[in-house]
C-alpha cells in the first residue's frame, strides 16, 4: 500500500519561507518521478514542480521559479519543496504526488493523469 504523507505547511508573512516534506512508503520510492501539486479555493490543482527518479532533473512552473526548490532523497523516501520569498498568491493545498508508472524516465510528466498517487494535501497560507 503506498502511503504519501505531506508536512511542513502553515501560515507565514509575504516574503517568508516553508519547506514542505513528503514521505513515501510502501513502493520503491527511488525509481520513480516525484511531483508538487497545489490547489487554491476555486481552481484547478495545478503542478508546481517536479523531480526526476535520479534528482537529474527537475520542472518549475513560471510563477514559482527562483523562488522554489524541488529535492528528493532517496535513502530516506522523502521528497521536499523548500518555498522562499512566498507571495499570498502561493496560499494553497499543496500535494505531493508520486508518478509510479514511468520507471527511471530521464524526463518529469507535469500532467496530473500521470502520477497515480496522492498524498492528503498541507495548508499553506501566505499573508499579505
Not at 11 to 29: N, Y
Not at 43 to 63: F, L, M, N, Q
Request: aromatic share 14%.
Amino acid at each position: 500500500q503506498v502511503q504519501l504523507v505531506e508536512s511542513g505547511g502553515g501560515l507565514v508573512q509575504a516574503g517568508g519561507s516553508l519547506r514542505l516534506s513528503c514521505a513515501a512508503s510502501g513502493r520503491t520510492f527511488s525509481n520513480y518521478a516525484m511531483g508538487w501539486f497545489r490547489q487554491a479555493p476555486g481552481k484547478e490543482r495545478e503542478v508546481v514542480a517536479a523531480i526526476t527518479w535520479s534528482g537529474g532533473s527537475t520542472y518549475y512552473r513560471d510563477s514559482v521559479k527562483g523562488r522554489f526548490t524541488i529535492s528528493r532523497d532517496n535513502a530516506k523516501n522523502t521528497v521536499y519543496l523548500q518555498m522562499n520569498s512566498l507571495k499570498p498568491e502561493d496560499t494553497a493545498v499543496y500535494y505531493c504526488a508520486a508518478d509510479y508508472t514511468h520507471y527511471r524516465a530521464s524526463y518529469v510528466y507535469t500532467a496530473r493523469h500521470a502520477y497515480e498517487y496522492w498524498g492528503q494535501g498541507t495548508q499553506v497560507t501566505v499573508s499579505s
